[in-house]
């Protein structure tokens, strides 16, 4: 399977500029058939606590770009998006579109990240979500999630094997994003996709730092400081034959 990661300097609650930015990324990238597209939490946003301006309820319109995007490129096309729920508040999301455009699985952000007032403006999610693209199951995360391994090792228990990370992680606690991401993927044996932004926004400084990691915790692609993309080809046959040589996860313990 074909991963494509865009890391972009995300243009503050301007959802046009950014889609148009996407685009840009991609033309030259050019996504194949069936590719797995993955960009940023709040990609068309930044990562902005003013719900009521940036959600997507309304018009659709982020979503929508997503869907085009799937259709166009006929490739499963993943990106964050926010939307409200029932208290009011919104909810992180990371929503997937299959390469007909349709809806494939749509995950919130287990974990708002209280530390910032997260929490204050949206609701945690209930569960992980899975879906499968080229033969992977795949789960998706966002950011915060990170910090909590018991979430992963759930999608882990679930047969997942590639684990998605998308997130607009500070410079300043760039590395434990670095050692986080491999820890994921050493202890689940899994592939793991980190897609970060990267530049600035009223509030922080990004460092992007978005790594695809194999199975072993070998750093396979890392898209640097700057804008760009990263992209890898990932091999079904070799992660099962790692977990077969190395069978660590039947040792997992139910009871804990």
């Known amino acids: 399977m074909r991963v494509i990661g865009c890391q972009l300097d995300i243009q503050w609650e301007d959802k046009e500029a950014n889609h148009a930015h996407v685009r ?33 309820d309304r018009d659709r319109i982020t979503q929508k770009f997503l869907s085009r995007l799937a259709v166009e490129y006929k490739a499963f096309v993943l990106g964050g998006v926010v939307t409200r729920c029932e208290d009011g508040r919104g909810l992180n999301q990371a929503v997937i579109y299959k390469p007909s455009g349709r809806e494939l699985a749509r995950y919130s952000k287990l974990h708002p990240f209280s530390y910032a007032g997260e929490t204050e ?21 966002i950011c915060y999630d990170l910090r ?13 094997q ?3 990370v998308i997130a607009n992680w500070p410079a300043a606690r ?18 793991v996709i980190g897609v970060n932004r990267c530049g600035t926004d009223p509030h922080h400084t990004y460092s992007g730092g978005s790594r695809i990691i194999d199975p072993r915790g070998e750093i396979l692609e890392d ?16 992660l099962i034959d790692y977990r ?13």
């Not at 990238?29 to 959600?55: C, H, K, Q, W």
């Not at 403006?121 to 995360?141: L, R």
């Not at 898209?223 to 070799?238: I, R």
Request: negative net charge.
């Open 24 to 56: 840009e990324l991609l033309q030259k990238a050019a996504p194949g058939r069936n590719s797995l597209v993955i960009l940023p939490e709040m990609f068309a946003t930044g990562f902005s606590m003013n719900v009521d301006i940036i959600t997507d």
């Open 121 to 141: 403006h949206y609701a945690p999610g209930t569960g992980i979500e899975t879906f499968v693209c080229s033969s992977f199951k795949v789960a998706p995360f």
């Open 148 to 160: 909590f391994p018991e979430a992963f090792r759930a999608a882990t228990r679930e047969g997942v």
């Open 162 to 164: 590639v684990l998605v």
């Open 174 to 191: 760039e590395s434990h994003w670095t050692g986080l991401l491999k820890a994921r993927a050493i202890e689940n044996q899994s592939y």
């Open 223 to 238: 898209a640097g400081s700057s804008e760009g993309w990263m992209e890898a080809e990932l091999d079904l046959q070799e």
């Open 244 to 256: 077969n040589e190395f069978p660590a996860l039947e040792d997992m313990r139910d009871d804990l």
